[in-house]
């Protein structure tokens, strides 16, 4: 009797356990998360590789500089007319150069689209269809519900048993990096900023064609230490993501490899002098620049004298998000300034996009506008993006082209320019846009593009968008020409379009292959307001799968 007594005092005991435990399992997830990360080195010098101390003679193949922001919405820059903070040096790369002004992400999360850029392949070509996450971060976003939200998320708990080590969910090594293609006609390329392609010896940048990369290999960054007296922050207890990254992150890079340290001042700023250095080192030979920001992703920093500096914006939130944009604008044009001071303007080629459009999760609702939608959807503010090309020697300044173009044509842009041949033993799914943006060549680079997150589906084909969905189960049709911030939907008028649609939809599907990893996520996204704001009946709303 007494033992039995001791045995549901035990079972009473781990039954409260369970239940605190489950309590506060956020809390839990997160600081396991944080028992794993590496210890981080203070600050060491980078010493990049000096190329030759003189010009050759003769014709030199253009320079290359990519640069990418992360999750900036398509309202977030002055050059269409919107903004909000003034953007003068990345409209210059526009007004410069080439506007495509119906310019497309990859996909609409940011590691997909990053595949594609790198491979000019749709990325479920070879199996990177959902962005790497950890586990225990999927975990906790799919078990929190936001408050005001009537569509919970879904956590795959029984997908965990397949779902491979983080730093292993990557980009085949078999693929042909632009980068490889690059070193192959006599580049020195360099990587900057974030990665997230893969983490494992093979898929590392330095292991997919970089001659040199600094940066982070996951997915996020603080931008400076979180307590920094010189920096602003801007929390959102409403985001379960953002709750996961302001304890999880580390502020850290590494250099080819090497053991994790601290930059010396907020990110945004480092990687832009070391970017400049890289330029300076190789300003005598041809080289391809990869610059990845991880601005304007969260978490939201931002440098004490950019917040200070806009004392009109009174939303803390708004204002911390405007700083960080008017730091980037500044560190684009530092970029500029550098190729100019070198005398590298006239020959290089400068692109500059965005991995997708604006993220929902942030809660301010004007960032993708005129567009509906958010990152994580596959409405045009979720994968409608800035897409600049800018070459002096080549391109006319001011120079517009409507058609639609995507990330997957910049590995066959760039390969033109330095005279490399794409690869011919698999399907490059981009072409070079250098003939449409000089008029050389007319009419539509592709006369469909395709995007997939797995039971979510999208095609553009001549001026018709077609989504399909498998929750809710809908379909969505849109006249682009006629309708372009898709407020009409025709699916219901025009079913013999959506069939046309689906049709290929469903050829395309059979070119490419299963998803390496599975999805351990399906969260709800409101397509007309941000997370934060209450969900009311009829709200439109998709769930994508991560």
Not at 229 to 234: D, K, L
Not at 281 to 305: D, E, I, S
Not at 313 to 321: A, F, G, P, Q, T
Not at 456 to 480: C, E, H
Request: aromatic share 10%; net charge neutral; glycine share 8%.
């Amino acid at each position: 009797m007494k033992i039995g007594r001791i045995l549901g005092g035990i079972a009473v005991v781990l039954v409260a356990l369970g239940a605190l435990i489950w309590h506060f399992r956020a809390d839990v997830l997160v600081r396991l998360a944080v028992l794993r990360q590496p210890k981080v080195e203070a600050n060491q010098p980078v010493n990049w590789v000096q190329g030759p101390a003189t010009a050759p003679t003769g014709e030199r193949p253009p320079n290359i500089v990519f640069i990418l922001a992360d999750d900036l919405g398509f309202n977030d820059i002055t050059f269409n007319g919107g903004g909000i903070v003034p953007t003068p040096n990345i409209d210059s790369i526009g007004k410069g150069g080439v506007d495509f002004t119906n310019g497309y992400s990859g996909n609409a999360t940011c590691a997909p689209s990053r595949a594609a850029i790198m491979t000019g392949r749709y990325p479920t070509r070879f199996g990177f269809e959902f962005t790497p996450t950890p586990v225990g971060f999927s975990r906790m976003v799919g078990t929190f519900k936001t408050p005001g939200s009537t569509h919970p998320p879904h956590f795959n708990a029984d997908k965990v048993k397949d779902t491979p080590p983080l730093d292993t969910q990557a980009v085949p090594a078999s693929e042909v990096t632009i980068a490889e293609l690059l070193k192959s006609r006599g580049y020195h390329t360099m990587h900057l900023g974030k990665w997230h392609l893969g983490g494992t010896k093979g898929t590392r940048p330095e292991d997919q064609g970089f001659d040199e990369s600094l940066g982070f290999i996951s997915g996020a960054s603080l931008f400076a230490p979180v307590k920094d007296p010189n920096v602003v922050n801007s929390k959102q207890d409403f985001d379960p993501i953002d709750r996961f990254l302001w304890v999880t992150l580390p502020f850290s890079v590494q250099y080819n490899g090497s053991k994790p340290f601290h930059p010396d001042k907020y990110m945004t700023d480092y990687l832009t002098d070391q970017a400049i250095s890289g330029i300076k080192a190789n300003r005598n030979q041809p080289f391809f620049m990869y610059l990845a920001y991880n601005a304007v992703h969260t978490p939201l920093q931002a440098t004490k004298a950019d917040y200070d500096a806009l004392p009109q914006i009174k939303d803390h939130r708004l204002r911390v998000y405007g700083a960080m944009l008017r730091n980037l604008d500044r560190n684009v044009g530092r970029v500029l300034a550098e190729l100019k001071a070198q005398g590298l303007d006239d020959n290089t080629i400068v692109i500059f996009t965005s991995d997708n459009g604006g993220a929902n999760y942030i809660g301010l609702p004007d960032i993708n506008r005129p567009y509906r939608g958010w990152k994580a959807s596959f409405f045009e503010g979720g994968v409608r993006v800035p897409f600049f090309v800018r070459w002096p020697a080549k391109l006319a300044p001011g120079s517009r082209f409507s058609a639609p173009v995507a990330h997957i044509d910049i590995f066959a842009t760039a390969a033109a320019a330095a005279g490399a041949a794409v690869p011919k033993d698999r399907v490059i799914d981009g072409v070079d846009l250098t003939a449409f943006a000089t008029g050389k060549a007319q009419g539509r680079p592709h006369q469909n593009l395709f995007w997939r997150s797995g039971d979510y589906n999208m095609v553009i084909s001549g001026d018709w968008k077609l989504q399909s969905a498998a929750r809710p189960k809908k379909t969505w049709l849109f006249n682009l020409a006629t309708d372009p911030t898709e407020k009409v939907n025709l699916a219901d008028k025009e079913p013999a379009k959506v069939a046309e649609l689906m049709a290929l939809i469903e050829a395309q599907n059979k070119q490419t292959m299963a998803p390496k990893w599975p999805s351990l996520l399906e969260g709800a996204i409101p397509i007309d307001h941000p997370l934060g704001v209450p969900d009311k009946p009829g709200d439109e709303f998709i769930y994508w799968s991560n």
